[in-house]
């Protein structure tokens, strides 16, 4: 069974710090992904990364960034946290750009 | 523009009450359709991919179809334990990203 991991489930941080959320997957995957999850707005992509070093902005990139230095492991990067980037955030990968998206447990992050 | 549209937003069924969701879609060229189970707090779970009109996947009490505008997952004599929200996600060939629908809660009563 595919094995997503995200390091944290619950998060709470203050506002104008920088956060780093971690993911790692243990199947070999070429492809990872960052999402966000709201009430009533679904799953929205931020970042996604085809290769190692490799990275594409998603539908909602302003205020993240992502760092994918190894294959396994996929890193969301909040510059400087904001009160609306309250949310749970979710990480996905998969074999291929054909193959369904496997998810992680997401890590639900709070900014005070 | 691509839209996913599910409906209902929720649902409430006895025990033993089939019922069906919906997953409207336009995409132009629909690589494929995924519906997912997410139960609270957890991650989405993936059930199924269709790719063409026509195709039907099933998983115990779960039975998922497709047609060129919509798919359907239809759950037949649920149980408790069925209950979750269920989300579909479409595939264009042309981007490749997922696009997910706000997903169907589904809450299913003894």
């Excluded at chain 2, 599910?6 to 995409?27: D, H």
């Amino acid at each position: 069974d595919v094995k997503v991991t995200q390091s944290s489930r619950y998060l709470v941080k203050r506002t104008g710090e920088k956060v780093f959320l971690e993911c790692v997957q243990d199947m070999d995957h070429e492809n990872m992904f960052w999402y966000r999850q709201d009430p009533g707005l679904g799953l929205r992509l931020i970042y996604f990364s085809y290769d190692v070093k490799m990275k594409e902005k998603g539908d909602i990139p302003e205020g993240y960034s992502v760092s994918r230095e190894k294959k396994e492991r996929f890193s969301l990067i909040l510059e400087s946290a904001s009160t609306n980037q309250t949310s749970m955030y979710l990480c996905a990968s998969s074999l291929n750009r054909v193959e369904p998206q496997h998810f992680g447990d997401g890590t639900r992050l709070s900014i005070l | 523009e691509d839209q996913v549209t599910q409906s209902p937003e929720a649902l409430r069924l006895q025990e033993g009450e089939s019922s069906s969701l919906n997953c409207s879609y336009t995409v132009s060229g629909l690589r494929g359709l995924f519906w997912y189970r997410q139960d609270p707090g957890k991650g989405p779970e993936f059930l199924f991919t269709l790719y063409s009109a026509g195709e039907e996947k099933e998983k115990e009490r779960l039975k998922a179809t497709l047609t060129k505008k919509e798919s359907f997952l239809h759950i037949t004599a649920p149980k408790p334990e069925d209950s979750a929200t269920y989300l579909c996600a479409v595939q264009a060939e042309r981007w490749g990203k997922f696009q997910f629908g706000a997903g169907t809660q589904v809450v299913v009563t003894p």
